[in-house]
C-alpha cells in the first residue's frame, strides 16, 4: 500500500483528493496549517499535521515521524492572484518557499511521484486556447510563484531524477470551498453574498469568461497520476470546456440559490480578461467522464451550503502594498 502526503488537506481541493487517494487503497497522511481550511473537510481515514509547510523544520519533522511518503500531493496554496500584487512577500513564502522545501524533502526522501497543482495563471494574458504548449508568461505575484516551482520540479527530476506531474486547473469550484474569503473563488463569494441578501459584486461589466470547473473533475485525475505512467513528467491543464461570462455566472448561482440576482458592479481591476483552457492532453491520458454541468455543481454545492453557518468574510490582516488595492477589499 503507498503511504503519500497530501498538502492542503483541511483546504478544498486537497480535501477531495486526499478522498480519492484513499479510495485508491493509499495511506494517507494530511498536513495543513488550517488558515484557510477547516478540520470538517478532513477525512476521517487520513492522519493529520498541523504544520507551516514553509518552515524546514516543520517539513523535516513531518518524514521523521510520518515518512517515508511513495507519493506527495502538494495543494497547499493562497491562491489568491489579484490579492498576491498586494502580499508579495506572502505569497512568495507561502507559495514557492513551501514548495521548494517539500521538494527538498521529496529528493532526500527518495519520494517516487511529486504531484503539483499549478494554475492556467501561469499563462498570462492573450493566449486562449490556453495550451500546455504556449509558453507561460506569467503576470502577478500568484503566478509566477506557481510557474516557478514548475520550473524547480523540472531541474529536480534533470538533476536528481525526481519525477513529477503537473496539473494546472482552473476556476475549481464545489462542496467544502472557502466562503469566507472575499478575494478568490468567485462561485463560493456569490454563494455567501446571495445568501446574505447583498449584491454579487462584479469588478467592469462581468464580460470577463472563465470555464469553471468542480472538483469532481479535478480531484480524481490529481489523485491517479502517480499510477499513469503516460503522467509521468507531463504538464496537464484540467477543467472544464466551456467559458462562461462572470455576469451570466452571477444570474446561475442566484438561480441555483432561488434568489433574484442583484449585481453591484465595481471598478475594474487588473486581470486576464478572457480566459480558458484546452484539454486534450488530460483526456487523452486519463480519460475522465463527462464533466459536472455548471447547472448541476451550482445546486449541489448549494445543497452543501445549506448544512453551514453563514459565514461573514474574513478580510486579509496582512496587506504589505495597500495602493490601488480595490474599494471592495479595503
Not at 503511504?3 to 495543513?32: M, N, P, W, Y
Not at 503522467?231 to 440559490?257: K, M, W, Y
Request: charged residues 15%.
Amino acid at each position: 500500500m503507498p503511504k503519500v502526503l497530501v498538502t492542503g488537506t483541511a483546504g478544498f481541493i486537497g480535501s477531495h483528493v486526499a478522498d480519492q487517494c484513499l479510495r485508491l487503497g493509499f495511506e494517507v497522511v494530511g498536513v495543513d496549517d488550517l488558515s484557510g481550511g477547516y478540520w470538517r473537510n478532513v477525512p476521517a481515514a487520513a492522519a493529520f499535521v498541523v504544520a507551516d509547510l514553509a518552515e524546514p523544520d516543520a517539513v523535516a519533522q513531518l518524514w521523521r515521524e510520518h515518512g517515508p511518503f511513495d507519493y506527495v500531493y502538494h495543494l497547499a496554496a493562497y491562491a489568491a492572484e489579484g490579492l498576491s500584487h498586494h502580499i508579495r512577500r506572502f505569497n512568495y513564502r507561502n507559495n514557492l518557499l513551501a514548495t521548494a522545501n517539500l521538494i527538498n524533502a521529496a529528493v532526500t526522501g527518495r519520494v517516487r511521484h511529486f504531484v503539483f497543482t499549478s494554475s492556467i495563471a501561469v499563462y498570462g494574458a492573450g493566449q486562449v486556447p490556453l495550451q500546455e504548449s504556449t509558453v507561460p508568461v506569467p503576470e502577478d505575484p500568484y503566478a509566477i510563484a506557481k510557474y516557478a516551482c514548475e520550473l524547480d520540479l523540472h531541474a529536480a527530476h534533470r538533476v536528481f531524477g525526481l519525477p513529477s506531474t503537473i496539473f494546472r486547473p482552473h476556476n475549481v469550484y464545489g462542496e467544502r470551498q472557502n466562503l469566507s474569503d472575499p478575494y478568490r473563488n468567485v462561485i463560493g463569494i456569490f454563494l455567501n453574498l446571495c445568501r446574505r441578501g447583498l449584491p454579487l459584486k462584479i469588478f467592469g461589466d462581468g464580460a470577463q469568461t472563465r470555464a469553471f470547473t468542480h472538483v469532481d473533475d479535478v480531484a480524481p485525475l490529481i489523485a491517479q497520476a502517480p499510477l499513469i505512467a503516460a503522467a509521468r513528467n507531463q504538464v496537464f491543464n484540467v477543467g472544464a470546456d466551456e467559458p462562461v461570462s462572470v455576469l451570466a455566472l452571477a444570474q446561475e448561482v442566484a438561480r441555483a440559490l432561488g434568489v433574484p440576482a442583484v449585481v453591484e458592479h465595481l471598478p475594474a481591476r487588473p486581470e486576464v480578461v478572457h480566459a480558458f483552457a484546452d484539454h486534450t492532453r488530460a483526456r487523452t491520458v486519463f480519460a475522465p467522464p463527462a464533466a459536472v454541468p455548471l447547472a448541476v455543481g451550482l445546486a449541489r454545492m448549494a445543497a452543501w451550503l445549506q448544512t453551514l453557518e453563514p459565514a461573514p468574510p474574513q478580510r486579509f490582516a496582512g496587506i504589505e502594498i495597500p495602493d490601488l488595492l480595490p474599494a471592495g477589499w479595503r
